[in-house]
């Protein structure tokens, strides 16, 4: 990692005397539980059926065994002593907490927080010029590169985001792009070189940007996202656990190993995005059926990913990626010139080898790793990818009951992305379910087709029951 300087970059929760930056909100420091309650119950999951407990119906019926339709927790099954999902559980509580308390800071002192009904989550956000020059330019810039490289990497999504309020839009440019910075470590070209010592030093990175230390403008764009969301670190440092994941785990044994790997690497986004998007203000859903619903759709895409790029992450083969070809620091840790910079474009020759199936359910359809490395479609194989398609969807359906709860300009990018990504799937069975040899993917003008749907589910209002 290149040495350099810090953007000394001074946020409400940091105070430096040679700040670049100083902003301060308008927000107080009251948390007042809200009716009381720690919770609010949701209609979605009612207390009998969703209970606080980790064992609920809830996981459980994520949890279905997919070769016998049984549960995969039944009392004849001997139960972990802490599955994954009660482990990722006790994140989305917590992280629910967060958001709540803030939403009970934005209605017990609207006096001091932006009085904007179709905003209940950012903070009013005036910042304090302390050294006599104004840096929202280079704010703004920062924000402005995120945005390109989001546009670069991921057009689709960028445009997704171009349907939200501009804070939001900036703030989720930048989570994107230090989740993309993050993915790059270990699937970019460096990746032979990263070591568990560099993402040391990238979690480093992360805390320091958190305690308003960014290290370069992709980071001071984050670092003011953070200060200004109920944006917590944990997702985060999750995902990069993800990622130490993948240097050393090439197998998972079961789903429950699975399924913790999917949430380090796409449902901490999940997560870290909830509080950018807002819950809307009329919600009467709890917080953390909302936060359940943004896990479960990090969970469903990553099962998608998994399901869409079999043979791909199977075989030593050529690959594309969109990433300067100049050494890691010159993407995670200074700033580039321009987006074209992100757009060069090279073939390597990538070790991988890997495969995320669970390898129980594999062994439980008469299948093998080599089975996957011939690439050939079999009965026994379009029966076990019936059953892993099934799981995926069974995620994106309990996301969409998630989706109506959020904030009304977050809702359509947020359906838009949801049905894309589960269009894949329709795509795995359309192609006879050959991903070995055929990348599912979806067409464009199935893709223009699902935004009226998008749109139109969009303008349901949220749950309006207490
Ligand atoms: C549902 C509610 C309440 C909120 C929404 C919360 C959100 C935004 C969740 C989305 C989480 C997400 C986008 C996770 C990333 C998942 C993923 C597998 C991304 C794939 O990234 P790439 O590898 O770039 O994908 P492609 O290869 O398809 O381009």
């Known amino acids: 990692m290149s040495s350099g300087v810090h953007w000394v970059v001074c946020w409400p929760k940091e105070n430096t005397s040679h700040a670049l930056l100083s902003l301060t909100t308008t927000t107080t420091t009251t948390f007042l539980p809200r009716n009381g309650s720690p919770f609010r119950r949701s209609k979605?999951?009612?207390?009998?059926s969703f209970p606080s407990s980790s064992s609920s119906k809830l996981k459980l019926r994520l949890s279905t065994s997919l070769s016998t339709g049984a549960l995969a927790y039944s009392g004849t099954v001997a139960t972990p002593a802490r599955s994954s999902e009660e482990k990722v559980y006790e994140v989305v509580l917590k992280q629910a907490a967060l958001v709540r308390e803030h939403r009970n800071i934005y209605d017990n002192n609207n006096n001091n927080i932006t009085q904007n009904q179709n905003d209940s989550t950012?903070?009013?956000?005036?910042?304090?010029?302390?050294?006599?020059?104004?840096?929202?330019d280079l704010l703004n810039d920062a924000y402005f590169r995120c945005g390109e490289v989001c546009a670069e990497y991921a057009k689709t999504f960028y445009l997704g985001t171009l349907l939200m309020t501009p804070e939001r839009r900036k703030a989720v440019w930048a989570i994107y792009v230090w989740c993309r910075r993050t993915d790059e470590l270990v699937d970019g070209p460096n990746a032979p070189h990263i070591t568990p010592k560099a993402?040391?030093?990238?979690?480093?990175?992360?805390t320091d940007l958190f305690e308003g230390r960014p290290f370069d403008m992709y980071d001071a764009a984050l670092s003011h996202t953070v200060s200004k969301y109920p944006v917590d670190i944990q997702p985060f440092r999750d995902m990069i656990e993800g990622m130490r994941l993948d240097l050393r785990k090439p197998r998972y044994k079961n789903f429950d190993e699975l399924y913790l790997y999917c949430y380090y690497v796409a449902g901490t986004v999940g997560l870290m995005s909830v509080p950018v998007m807002g819950i809307a203000p009329e919600s009467k859903a709890s917080t953390e059926s909302v936060y359940n619903a943004a896990l479960a759709l990090g969970i469903a895409n990553q099962l998608t990913n998994i399901l869409r790029d079999v043979g791909e992450e199977a075989s030593p083969m050529q690959y594309k990626i969109n990433v300067p070809i100049?050494?890691?620091?010159?993407?995670?840790?200074?700033?580039?010139?321009?987006?074209a910079s992100f757009g060069a474009k090279l073939d390597i020759n990538a070790r991988r080898g890997r495969i995320y199936l669970p390898q129980d359910e594999l062994a439980q359809a008469g299948l093998s790793d080599e089975d996957i490395f011939r690439g050939k479609v079999t009965d026994k194989w379009r029966s076990f990818m019936k059953g892993q398609i099934k799981r995926a969807r069974m995620f994106f359906d309990e996301a969409e009951k998630g989706v109506a709860e959020l904030n009304s300009a977050s809702r359509w990018p947020v359906w838009a992305s949801l049905l894309l990504y589960r269009k894949i799937l329709d795509s795995i069975e359309a192609n006879d379910y050959d991903n070995f040899t055929k990348?599912?993917?979806?067409?464009?003008?199935?893709?223009?087709?699902?935004?009226?749907?998008?749109?139109?589910?969009?303008?349901?209002?949220?749950?309006?029951?207490?």
């Open 44 to 48: 979605m999951y009612s207390s009998s």
């Open 122 to 136: 950012a903070l009013d956000f005036n910042p304090t010029i302390t050294d006599g020059t104004t840096n929202w």
């Open 199 to 206: 993402l040391d030093r990238w979690e480093q990175r992360l």
């Open 326 to 339: 100049s050494d890691f620091s010159s993407w995670a840790g200074k700033p580039l010139s321009n987006a």
């Open 439 to 466: 990348r599912a993917y979806v067409g464009k003008a199935k893709k223009f087709l699902s935004l009226p749907v998008a749109y139109a589910r969009a303008v349901m209002r949220p749950s309006q029951a207490a």
